[in-house]
């Protein structure tokens, strides 16, 4: 199958080629840096960015979201959502 955009340059505002899932631990970082996550089944998720000082919790994400964060560490401690995958 061709891909007509082989050649084109990654960057974290582009699409992402692949999804791993997530296990969130509340020492480990994740092993890379996402260009997002994808909630599959909503609740709230403890995570700290790329360059943050401290965890954020965020509430109420629902399912099916995709948010555009580039996490270090997704928190096993508080994070209710299930189902995330991290997007690169």
């Given amino acids: 199958m061709a891909d007509p955009f082989s050649n084109v340059a990654d960057a974290p505002f ?3 080629t692949r999804a791993v899932a997530i296990t969130p ?3 480990a970082p994740l092993p890379d840096i996402p260009k997002g996550l994808f909630v ?3 609740g709230t998720i403890v995570m700290r960015g790329a360059r943050g000082g401290a965890d954020e ?3 109420n994400v ?3 979201t995709i948010l555009p ?3 270090q ?3 096993a401690s508080g994070t209710t959502a ?3 995958l991290a997007l690169y």
Wanted: charge should be positive; charged fraction near 20%; proline fraction near 8%.
């Fill in 14 to 16: 582009a699409p992402a």
């Fill in 25 to 27: 631990h509340d020492t």
């Fill in 40 to 42: 599959g089944t909503g």
């Fill in 57 to 59: 919790a965020w509430r």
């Fill in 62 to 64: 629902p399912s099916g």
């Fill in 69 to 71: 964060f580039r996490a």
């Fill in 73 to 75: 560490y997704v928190r």
């Fill in 82 to 84: 299930a189902d995330l």
